[in-house]
């Protein structure tokens, strides 16, 4: 492994520094996850596209500037230090994107994926139901085959579909045949949420946030062109989907690093009394240990190679990482730490990280599982 940034890289890395420090709106967009933040953002997510900075690392032809995987993470890592908005098409471009570069045709391609660069298409994910969260095997949303229309109609309900309310567009698995074996018979659908027979309930969080929606499907129909992957063999396909999720895709260092800068900062102007300043030190080296982990592991994907389960460990270790960094922060402050402002909403959304993207469980379960080879459960 190569530590050193080359020329080329580094003249990147200036490009993205110079661009970012003249565009980065001066005071922080109110909430991705509220409406009226939601559609700051997205103005925020067109000027990106516009220039060209959307999907660094896509190719030309659907919105990107066939960036390296390298100059990929330069990019995270200036777009977190310049405190730049938060991504509120990351379900599109950061997690159904790599499934559709690796399972979509030509068609779905050219078609679908320039569309979310520029942020015309917003894309929620449409996993989890009222009996399918840690055991996603056990979804009984359904699809039924209706071959006059050349496609399928879909029934069911999927919940804690994130930014849902404001979404035009889902990804999801729905059963295609009931009489398979649970992992099979299921297939991986992208759906139109403004058909008929589509409602989508947003409600409210309580942080606030008004994004989560609940899905309701109700004949709603597909055509057979937005079926991703094949009939049946959807598992697979979503489990590239949550691969990204869990790892580097969703969640490159730079988050982690420059957060623990700030805990840095923080704890040099206020002081840190009472082995606070040791906590401050031991998260700074974890954010760090972080990213010289996904540096090999983008040294493995660019010699060819996929994380799989590995990703796994990816989400354990970001997911707690996050909540001790906060934690440490929240501890910084005192009382002010009471006060909403960036590090108590960081604080309350960093409990939501060992639970969203698969439970800390289910990621412990699959890593004794499948890295570690011991027997299931
Ligand atoms: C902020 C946030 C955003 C989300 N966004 C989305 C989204 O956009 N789309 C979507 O589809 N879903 C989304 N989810 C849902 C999320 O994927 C589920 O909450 C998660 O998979 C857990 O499912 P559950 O809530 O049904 O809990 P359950 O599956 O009921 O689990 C309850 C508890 O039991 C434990 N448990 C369950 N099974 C096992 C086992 N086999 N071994 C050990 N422990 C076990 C779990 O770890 C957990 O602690 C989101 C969740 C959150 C918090």
Same mark, same amino acid.
């Given at each position: ?113 320039? $569309?979310?660069?520029a &942020?015309? @298409?917003?894309? *929620? ?5 009222? %009996? +399918?969260?840690?055991? !996603? /095997? ?13 496609g ?15 979404c ?29 027979g ?23 129909f ?8 094949e ?5 697979s ?17 730079? $988050?982690?690093?420059? &957060?623990? @800068?700030?805990? *840095? ?5 206020? %002081? +840190?009394?009472?082995? !606070? /300043? ?17 540096l ?60 969203y993207?698969g ?19």
């Amino acid at each position: 492994m190569d530590l050193t940034w080359s020329a080329e890289e580094e003249a990147f890395r200036q490009d993205v520094r110079a661009w970012l420090r003249s565009h980065v709106p001066g005071s922080p967009l109110p909430s991705g996850d509220t409406r009226h933040g939601f559609a700051a953002h997205l103005e925020w997510e067109r000027a990106l596209f516009e220039a060209g900075w959307s999907v660094v690392s896509w190719p030309k032809r659907f919105g990107g500037r066939d960036a390296s995987l390298w100059e990929w993470l330069i990019f995270e890592e200036e777009y977190y230090r310049a405190g730049a908005p938060q991504r509120v098409t990351q379900n599109g471009i950061f997690l159904l994107a790599p499934t559709i570069f690796e399972f979509g045709t030509a068609e779905q391609q050219e078609r679908i994926l320039p $569309r979310m660069a520029a &942020a015309q @298409d917003l894309w *929620a994910q449409g996993w989890s139901e009222p %009996g +399918a969260g840690s055991d !996603l /095997a056990a979804i009984t949303s359904r699809a039924v085959r209706d071959d006059e229309a050349g496609g399928w109609r879909l029934s069911g309900q999927k919940t804690w579909t994130t930014r849902g309310a404001f979404c035009t567009h889902l990804f999801g698995l729905f059963r295609t045949d009931p009489g398979a074996e649970r992992h099979r018979g299921l297939t991986y659908f992208l759906v139109d949420l403004r058909a008929p027979g589509v409602e989508v309930r947003g409600f409210e969080r309580l942080d606030g946030d008004e994004g989560f929606a609940e899905v309701f499907f109700d004949g709603a129909f597909v055509p057979d062109r937005d079926v991703l992957g094949e009939i049946n063999r959807g598992w697979s396909v979503a489990m590239a989907t949550t691969g990204s999720e869990r790892g580097l895709t969703l969640r490159s260092p730079g $988050r982690f690093v420059t &957060a623990a @800068d700030r805990l *840095a900062a923080l704890a040099r102007s206020r %002081g +840190a009394p009472g082995g !606070l /300043a040791e906590r401050v030190a031991q998260s700074w080296i974890e954010a760090r240990a972080y990213q010289l982990f996904t540096l090999e592991q983008v040294t493995a994907v660019v010699a060819g190679q996929n994380p799989g389960a590995r990703s796994s460990l990816n989400k354990l270790y970001w997911s707690e990482l996050d909540v001790r960094l906060h934690e440490t922060a929240m501890d910084l402050l005192g009382g002010d730490g009471e006060v909403d402002g960036p590090w108590s909403r960081g604080f309350e959304f960093s409990l939501a990280g060992p639970i969203y993207a698969g439970t800390n469980e289910i990621q412990r379960n699959i890593i004794a599982e499948r890295l570690l080879g011991l027997p299931r459960v």
